[in-house]
C-alpha cells in the first residue's frame, strides 16, 4: 500500500522541483495542518466535482511564487535563511490566513 501524502510532503515536493504542473493544485484535508492528508491534482474541475473529500488548498504555482517570497529567491540555495519546515509552515499559514 502506497504511503498516504501529507500537506508538508506536497509542498515540498512542489518547492523542490518533483512532480511541478504549473496548472495543478494541492487538495487536502481540513483544517490545513503540515500533517493533513493531502494529494495534487487539477486546479479546477470541468463538472466542479471533487474526487474525494479534500479542499483545494492552493495551486503550484502560488506556493511556488510563497516560498520564493520567503526566501528572497530560489528556496532550494544555500543561502535561503529557512530550512524546509519553516517553508512548509509559512505556505500553510499565510493560505490559512487568507
Known amino acids: 500500500m502506497a504511503k498516504k501524502m501529507t500537506l508538508a510532503d506536497e509542498i515540498e515536493k512542489i518547492v523542490r522541483g518533483a512532480n511541478y504542473v504549473s496548472d495543478f493544485g494541492v487538495w487536502a484535508n481540513e483544517p490545513f495542518t503540515a ?6 491534482g487539477q486546479g479546477q474541475f470541468e463538472n ?3 474526487l474525494d473529500e479534500k479542499s ?12 520564493h517570497s520567503w526566501c528572497d529567491g530560489d528556496p532550494n540555495a544555500k543561502d535561503c535563511p529557512f530550512g524546509i519546515g519553516e517553508i ?5 499559514d499565510e493560505i490559512k490566513s487568507r
Open 48 to 50: 466542479g466535482g471533487l
Open 35 to 40: 500533517e493533513s492528508e493531502a494529494r495534487q
Open 56 to 67: 483545494f488548498f492552493a495551486t503550484n504555482e502560488q506556493i511556488i511564487d510563497m516560498a
Open 88 to 92: 512548509v509552515d509559512a505556505v500553510i
